[in-house]
């Protein structure tokens, strides 16, 4: 079976787009700003897009808000304030612990990070529909770290549930994890070293300690 190449797709999309001069409307999951640099200069120019910003596995509360308030910077001072807006979402940490309870061991990349997707995305598509959006997507597949083919996998399933449409995509192709990288730099983005839970953390440590010894 041939590995499908969401990249290519995506580009055949805004082709598409362009040449019908059409502009839909984009419900995009954001995890962080440095995930989202690069997903917003690269997808700003065809979509209208409004951020969900639903990270309940983010454990600390500082943590969300300050990786909220960097994501709202990054739009601000990159210009893109007129074509990227934000939706009112929840924190809501206790729901993640209660869907991962009996999980707390599995190590990163797992059947706990699985579920973390898909509850994601799932309330994302959730809002896609009650918004009446065009697509929803995901800045997750950007890092290097996450199966973007899994994360697709679900998104597609719950694009189905809900009746709405997915916007599959593979953002680390065409250098995207590297540009991601450089605006990061170039804004002074904070750069987290785990994904947001309190089990990624305590990875992250562990990583970390093992590496300096």
Aim: hydrophobic residues 30%; negative net charge; glycine residues 6%.
């Amino acid at each position: 079976m041939n590995k499908r190449n969401y990249q290519k797709e995506m580009d055949a999309l805004i082709e598409r787009l362009v040449s019908e001069g059409r502009r839909p409307r984009l419900l995009l999951h954001v995890c962080c700003a440095v995930c989202a640099s690069y997903v917003l200069e690269y997808l700003s120019p065809y979509f209208d897009i409004t951020i969900a910003y639903y990270n309940p596995n983010i454990t600390e509360e500082s943590e969300y808000r300050y990786r909220l308030s960097e994501l709202e910077r990054y739009v601000r001072e990159a210009g893109l304030s007129d074509r990227v807006g934000f939706t009112e979402v929840e924190y809501d940490p206790e729901s993640f612990f209660e869907l991962v309870r009996g999980r707390e061991d599995d190590r990163e990349g797992g059947m706990r990070c699985s579920l973390c997707f898909e509850q994601r995305l799932g309330y994302t598509a959730a809002l896609c529909k009650e918004g009446g959006y065009d697509y929803f997507a995901t800045t997750l597949t950007i890092s290097p770290l996450k199966n973007a083919a899994r994360i697709n996998e679900i998104g597609e399933k719950l694009a189905a549930y809900y009746s709405v449409n997915y916007l599959g995509s593979d953002f680390k192709k065409k250098e995207g994890y590297k540009r991601s990288i450089e605006l990061s730099k170039q804004y002074d983005l904070y750069r987290q070293n785990y994904c947001g839970c309190v089990f990624s953390a305590k990875e992250a440590e562990n990583r970390d300690r093992s590496t300096a010894d």
